[in-house]
């Protein structure tokens, strides 16, 4: 026959991994629900929007840009380029 001691420490590891077990369950629900939440209020307001400007208007934006940044460091690399960099 087990002792009364072991037979107290057997029964409160069973009830300490049962209420652990439970919490443990009630935490992953709460947690898998706020997922759910999140999920179905990403899906409502999708985060990708459509782009503003149509492709050929971009393409004249970024020759414009490439157009400005050559003439204004142009000199400066013409500079560099006589002096060896």
Sequence with gaps: MI????????LGAALG???TGIIVFEQR???YSLISENQSHYKSHPQ??????G???RMELAHLWNK???QTMGPVIANLS???W
């Design 3 to 10: 002792s009364f001691l072991a037979q107290e420490r057997l």
């Design 17 to 19: 991994s049962i209420f």
């Design 29 to 31: 629900k709460s947690i």
């Design 48 to 53: 990708m929007q459509e782009p503003k400007f």
């Design 55 to 57: 492709k050929k208007t």
């Design 68 to 70: 400005t940044v050559d």
């Design 82 to 84: 006589l002096r060896g």
